[in-house]
């Protein structure tokens, strides 16, 4: 049986939303503007060593075809260890208007194959980015474990990961640690 893994990242006020800066949010870009460099290496071997146990990612449309668009351009800026494992992976992509995912290894489902997929997928079937896609996760119980990786600013406004949440949501917590100097990590068991 397959467990489902929200890994984000996240300011200390919980924002979620824009971190590259290219959605025009007003507070966008906070991922670079608050990420020393020795915290950008350690940031990336964590997400790096974080994928090695994965088997499948989960994607909405428009993350995606975002995720598909830097993986599949020929100037990737993590680690060309981690984006080749991201192109490897089988994905699914939760949308019912993308017609031709741009992603080799990409099957279009609906939100209600989403627990068929966790029956058939024997291991982790990890998250990113897809923050409406989480909302739903959670309100059909589907959600497994939420890794955080907390970013050093806090922004006052901006869409949370939780934000779409419709009941309180008790988790455990099952791990922390710093990343480099100035981030955090965070993992909860729902």
Do not use: C
């Amino acid at each position: 049986m397959g467990k489902i893994v929200i890994s984000s990242n996240v300011t200390l006020d919980g924002v979620v939303q824009d971190p590259d800066g290219e959605e025009g949010f007003e507070h966008g870009g906070w991922f670079h503007q608050f990420v020393a460099h020795q915290d950008l290496e350690a940031w990336v071997a964590r997400e790096t060593a974080e994928l090695r146990d994965v088997e499948a990612l989960l994607f909405g449309g428009r993350s995606s075809e975002w995720f598909a668009s830097r993986m599949l351009s020929a100037d990737v800026r993590v680690s060309p260890e981690w984006a080749d494992r991201v192109k490897s992976l089988p994905k699914y992509v939760v949308s019912s208007t993308l017609e031709d995912p741009r992603w080799t290894n990409a099957t279009i489902i609906n939100a209600k194959e989403v627990a068929e997929l966790k029956q058939t997928v024997d291991g982790e079937i990890l998250v990113y980015g897809s923050y409406r896609l989480v909302g739903t996760l959670i309100e059909q119980n589907l959600v497994d474990e939420v890794r955080l990786v907390v970013f050093p600013v806090v922004l006052g406004s901006g869409r949370r990961l939780f934000d779409e949440t419709i009941d309180k949501l008790p988790l455990h917590l099952v791990d922390t640690r710093t990343i480099g100097e100035t981030l955090l990590y965070y993992a909860y068991e729902f």
